[in-house]
């Protein structure tokens, strides 16, 4: 069973990983966001990130605005 700590740092390292991913995603070029949706499959990353780590604001809030970048 993973310990408190474990748990907040990896909830770390999720958040971090997605603000990289915000900030790649606010670059306004298409080519990078059609490859988030067809390449890399973001959107569903996305759908389980937020199932994961529900308890997380945070991450639920980080996760809504890269889905907005997304549309």
Same mark, same amino acid.
């Given at each position: 069973?993973?310990?408190?700590? @474990?748990?907040?740092? @990896? $909830? ?17 070029? @298409?080519?990078?966001? /059609?490859?988030? /949706? ?5 959107? $569903? ?18 996760? $809504? ?7």
């Amino acid at each position: 069973m993973k310990s408190v700590q @474990d748990t907040a740092a @990896d $909830a770390e390292a999720i958040f971090r990983g997605l603000v990289a991913l915000g900030t790649a995603l606010s670059i306004k070029r @298409d080519e990078i966001k /059609v490859a988030a /949706v067809q390449v890399f499959g973001v959107p $569903a990353a996305l759908q389980v990130v937020k199932k994961t780590w529900a308890k997380e604001n945070r991450i639920r809030e980080i996760a $809504a605005e890269i889905e907005a970048l997304l549309k």
